[in-house]
């Protein structure tokens, strides 16, 4: 009788006029589980670390909440940071965590792995202690590859590549020392601290200088094809394709940190590039621009064997789940055979790179619905034979041998073929999205309130 009262006189007093009431002293919060927010925080820096976008980490971490029933949760998610935050509701204050990402290591294997526990826990299968062992184990566990194919894969990507562009055996052996070695003096660098923009420089103009070595001997056909495959490895298609896809989801801060990211590593690359061959020049080295094909788009078993090559290593080299290994040399056979194909038909070279990445895009997020596995590991292998080497090292000789408009206008060329790339991806897996009814991590068509927004009106 008293509680019925009491609740008369509350409801009463807000049809009055007044406030509305406070709740009871006594009356129990949700209970917000500190071991449950460290999950949270865990899971998303493993992910980010390991390459994920930050899309993907939002979902992954508001999935985890869900699951672990944090109350009303908030999570932020930046290209250097992580934020969870709970309200317990009443007055209680909110339970907020965060970390810092200070290292990235791209590691496939790892994000396959992590989507599995996501998985898992949003169905119910694990409770929070055994969440967190599954997650000790992912953090302590070795990749699918010895540390020793890791450094080959470098070196059979520019083997491949050279290959791919025109190169015989000789061009092929030469890009893979040459990668190798670029490959461990930038280990070398990194274990003595220095910047990673550094390291890129040193690799870039390693490859460069056995190119210009390659021109010193008599043989000046070869150094495009040495130098395209030497910095093949080096080009950032990894971060391009994240940065392009956290613009295109509207995190306009973290695409923004991984654009900037990504012209960084392509300036150190370049700046490898350019010292080098100014020096040559100085040296009165003969290279000229007239010795330096543009890529030929070659429609041969040779080419196809070569490209399938070329997305088998970068996958290998990314540290992709076995299972990945066919479908990222597919990949790479396929975006070369229909890039071809639209370039013999006319299509300019950057509508062909953005098609045939659309089409890889589509087919890629398919299959990576289909294992409910993220979609990194199948694409990012897959457009590796399309990244221009070629055109940046066409680039650096022009711009090194009097013809400054010529290489802006190849630089320029360059940057355009790889956000196209990175685009064509994204607007691949877009498609796909568009017309699921649900994806991983509840990242179906309804799960994006940003793509809602009213714009200009």
Same mark, same amino acid.
């Given at each position: 009788?008293?509680?019925?009262?009491?609740?008369?006189?509350?409801?009463?007093?807000?049809?009055?006029?007044?406030? #509305?009431?406070?709740?009871?002293?006594?009356?129990?919060?949700?209970?917000?589980?500190?071991?449950?927010?460290?999950? &949270?925080?865990?899971?998303?820096?493993?992910?980010?670390?390991?390459?994920?976008?930050?899309?993907?980490?939002?979902?992954?971490?508001?999935?985890?909440?869900?699951?672990?029933?944090?109350?009303?949760?908030?999570?932020?998610?930046?290209?250097?940071?992580?934020?969870?935050?709970?309200?317990?509701?009443?007055?209680?204050?909110? &339970?907020? !965590?965060?970390?810092?990402?200070?290292?990235?290591?791209?590691?496939?294997? @790892?994000?396959?792995?992590?989507?599995?526990?996501?998985?898992?826990?949003?169905?119910?299968?694990?409770?929070?202690?055994? %969440?967190?062992?599954?997650?000790?184990?992912?953090?302590?566990?070795? !990749?699918?590859?010895? #540390?020793?194919?890791?450094?080959?894969?470098? /070196?059979?990507?520019?083997?491949?590549? !050279? &290959?791919? +562009? *025109?190169?015989?055996?000789?061009?092929? $052996?030469?890009?893979?020392? %040459?990668t190798v070695i670029g490959d461990r003096t930038a280990a070398a660098l990194a274990r003595r601290g220095i910047a990673e923009f550094f390291q890129l420089l040193a690799a870039s103009s390693i490859g460069a200088l056995i190119a210009v070595l390659v021109v010193a001997m008599g043989s000046p056909g070869r150094v495009s094809t040495v130098v395209t495959g030497a910095?093949?490895?080096?080009?950032? /298609?990894? #971060?391009?394709?994240?940065?392009?896809?956290?613009?295109?989801?509207?995190?306009?801060?973290?695409?923004?940190?991984?654009?900037?990211?990504?012209?960084?590593?392509?300036?150190?690359? $370049?700046? /490898?590039?350019?010292?080098?061959?100014?020096?040559?020049?100085?040296?009165?080295?003969?290279?000229? +621009?007239?010795?330096?094909?543009?890529?030929?788009?070659?429609? =041969?078993?040779?080419?196809?064997?070569?490209?399938?090559?070329?997305?088998?290593?970068?996958? $290998?080299?990314?540290? +992709?789940? @076995?299972? +990945?290994?066919? %479908?990222?040399?597919?990949?790479?056979?396929l975006i070369w055979s229909i890039y071809v194909r639209l370039h013999h038909w006319g299509v300019a070279p950057v509508f062909s790179a953005a098609i045939s990445a659309v089409i890889i895009g589509i087919f890629a997020s398919m299959l990576a619905r289909r294992r409910r596995a993220p979609i990194l590991p199948y694409v990012v292998p897959a457009i590796s034979p399309?990244?221009?080497?070629?055109?940046?090292?066409?680039?650096? &000789?022009?711009?090194?041998?009097?013809?400054?408009?010529? *290489?802006?206008?190849?630089?320029?060329?360059?940057?355009? $073929?790889?956000?196209?790339?990175?685009?064509?991806?994204?607007?691949?897996?877009?498609?796909?999205?568009?017309?699921?009814?649900?994806?991983?991590?509840? =990242?179906?068509?309804?799960?994006? #309130?940003?793509?809602?927004?009213?714009?200009?009106?």
């Amino acid at each position: 009788m008293g509680r019925a009262t009491e609740r008369l006189r509350r409801t009463w007093q807000v049809l009055m006029d007044t406030t #509305p009431p406070e709740p009871p002293e006594d009356e129990p919060s949700e209970v917000v589980s500190a071991r449950a927010i460290d999950l &949270v925080l865990r899971v998303g820096e493993l992910l980010l670390a390991s390459g994920e976008s930050t899309e993907r980490v939002n979902e992954a971490m508001l999935g985890l909440a869900v699951a672990y029933e944090l109350p009303r949760t908030e999570v932020q998610v930046t290209f250097t940071s992580l934020l969870v935050s709970a309200h317990p509701g009443g007055s209680a204050l909110p &339970v907020t !965590g965060s970390r810092a990402i200070r290292r990235r290591t791209p590691a496939y294997w @790892r994000l396959t792995e992590l989507h599995e526990l996501i998985h898992d826990a949003a169905i119910g299968k694990l409770d929070l202690e055994e %969440a967190h062992e599954r997650l000790a184990q992912i953090k302590r566990g070795r !990749g699918p590859y010895p #540390p020793w194919l890791l450094v080959m894969s470098f /070196g059979l990507i520019a083997a491949s590549a !050279g &290959v791919l +562009v *025109g190169g015989g055996p000789v061009v092929a $052996v030469t890009a893979f020392v %040459a990668t190798v070695i670029g490959d461990r003096t930038a280990a070398a660098l990194a274990r003595r601290g220095i910047a990673e923009f550094f390291q890129l420089l040193a690799a870039s103009s390693i490859g460069a200088l056995i190119a210009v070595l390659v021109v010193a001997m008599g043989s000046p056909g070869r150094v495009s094809t040495v130098v395209t495959g030497a910095i093949l490895a080096l080009l950032p /298609g990894r #971060p391009l394709v994240a940065s392009i896809q956290d613009g295109i989801t509207g995190d306009l801060v973290s695409a923004s940190a991984r654009l900037l990211e990504v012209f960084i590593m392509l300036a150190a690359i $370049v700046a /490898g590039l350019g010292v080098v061959v100014y020096f040559a020049v100085q040296l009165d080295i003969d290279i000229r +621009v007239s010795d330096l094909p543009r890529p030929p788009a070659v429609f =041969s078993p040779v080419a196809v064997l070569a490209a399938a090559g070329v997305g088998l290593a970068f996958a $290998v080299s990314l540290a +992709v789940p @076995r299972n +990945v290994l066919f %479908a990222a040399a597919i990949g790479g056979a396929l975006i070369w055979s229909i890039y071809v194909r639209l370039h013999h038909w006319g299509v300019a070279p950057v509508f062909s790179a953005a098609i045939s990445a659309v089409i890889i895009g589509i087919f890629a997020s398919m299959l990576a619905r289909r294992r409910r596995a993220p979609i990194l590991p199948y694409v990012v292998p897959a457009i590796s034979p399309l990244l221009p080497g070629t055109l940046l090292y066409r680039a650096m &000789v022009e711009l090194n041998t009097g013809d400054p408009q010529g *290489g802006v206008l190849s630089l320029i060329g360059a940057l355009s $073929v790889a956000l196209a790339l990175g685009a064509g991806v994204n607007l691949g897996g877009e498609l796909v999205r568009a017309f699921q009814h649900v994806g991983l991590s509840a =990242s179906g068509r309804w799960a994006r #309130p940003a793509a809602r927004r009213t714009r200009g009106y």
